[in-house]
C-alpha cells in the first residue's frame, strides 16, 4: 500500500505569492517523523523542515511552514513569498517504525515558479 | 552543501560491468543510506549501514552490496549490471541510528548518475 501521497504533480505560482504542497501519508506508528525535502533540476537533495508525531507546534523554517494535521494524517508544504529559485521538484516522505525507521518517500511535486 | 561527498558525480558503463559508487557521510554522522531514483519506481531505500554494521534492507537487489568502512565512508557496489539500473544513486547521512527525533533527519549528497549502455 502506498503510504505517501502527493496528489499534486504538477503546480504553478506566481513569484511572491504563497503555495501549499499537499501530503497524505499512512501508518499504524503513533511515532513518526515527516520531512519534506527539495530537488532542483541540478539533482541534490536538500532537506526543508522535519516534523515529528509528537510535536505539538507546526514547524517552521525561514519562508516553509508545516501544516500538521495529524487526525487527518496530513502534513502540507506551506512556501511563502515565493522566489524563482523556489522552482525545483518537492518530495514528502515519512520515517515510521513499521517501515524499519527509515524513508519512504512520496512521488512529488514539480513546483514552478512564474515572474 | 550537505556535508556528504559522493563520487563519482557521473558513471557510463556497460552492461554485464561492474561499478562502485562511494561515500562519505557528515562529519559526526555514524548512519549512511543509499537509495535509488529512477524515473518509472522513484526514491527508493536500499540499505542502511550503522557504524559500520548493517541495519536495514530495503529493496536491493542481489547484485548490489555495499559496505562502511571504520572511517565511516561507504562504497555501493553493482555488479552484472543492466539497462534498467541506470538512474541516480543517492547517499545520505544522519547523526543517529535513525529510531526518532531531530536526530533522524538525513542528509543527501549530490548523487551519482548511473548510466548503463
Known amino acids: 500500500a502506498q503510504k505517501i501521497t502527493q496528489t499534486q504533480p504538477g503546480m504553478f505560482v506566481q513569484e511572491k505569492e504563497a503555495v501549499t504542497l499537499d501530503c497524505t501519508y499512512d501508518?499504524?506508528?503513533?511515532?513518526?517523523?515527516l520531512f519534506w525535502y527539495k530537488q532542483p533540476s541540478s539533482g541534490e537533495m536538500i532537506f526543508l523542515i522535519y516534523?515529528?508525531?509528537?510535536?505539538?507546534q507546526n514547524a517552521t523554517e525561514g519562508r516553509y511552514s508545516l501544516n500538521f494535521q495529524k487526525a487527518r494524517k496530513s502534513a502540507n508544504l506551506v512556501i511563502s513569498a515565493s522566489q524563482l529559485g523556489d522552482s525545483a521538484m518537492y518530495f514528502c516522505?515519512?520515517?515510521?517504525?513499521?517501515?524499519?525507521?527509515?524513508?519512504?518517500f512520496g512521488p512529488g511535486t514539480r513546483l514552478s515558479v512564474l515572474p | 552543501d550537505s556535508g556528504v561527498t559522493q563520487t563519482p558525480k557521473h558513471l557510463i558503463t556497460a552492461t554485464g560491468q561492474r561499478v562502485t559508487l562511494r561515500c562519505s557521510p557528515r562529519?559526526?554522522?555514524?548512519?549512511v543510506y543509499w537509495y535509488q531514483q529512477s524515473l518509472d519506481q522513484g526514491l527508493q531505500f536500499l540499505i542502511q549501514?550503522?557504524?559500520?554494521?548493517?541495519?536495514a534492507k530495503g529493496n536491493i537487489l542481489e547484485r548490489f552490496s555495499a559496505q562502511q568502512f571504520p572511517d565511516l565512508h561507504s562504497e555501493l557496489n553493482l555488479s552484472s549490471l543492466e539497462l534498467g539500473d541506470s538512474a541516480l544513486y543517492f547517499c545520505?547521512?544522519?547523526?543517529?541510528?535513525?529510531?526518532?527525533?531531530?536526530?533522524?533527519?538525513?542528509?543527501f549528497g549530490a548523487g551519482t548518475r548511473l548510466s548503463v549502455l
Open positions: 549501514y550503522y557504524n559500520g554494521e548493517e541495519r
Open positions: 545520505a547521512s544522519s547523526p543517529g541510528t535513525g529510531s526518532g527525533g531531530a536526530k533522524n533527519i538525513q542528509y
Open positions: 516522505a515519512m520515517r515510521d517504525n513499521n517501515y524499519g525507521q527509515n524513508f519512504v
Open positions: 516534523q515529528g508525531s509528537y510535536d505539538e
Open positions: 562529519s559526526g554522522d555514524l548512519s
Open positions: 501508518t499504524s506508528d503513533q511515532s513518526y517523523g
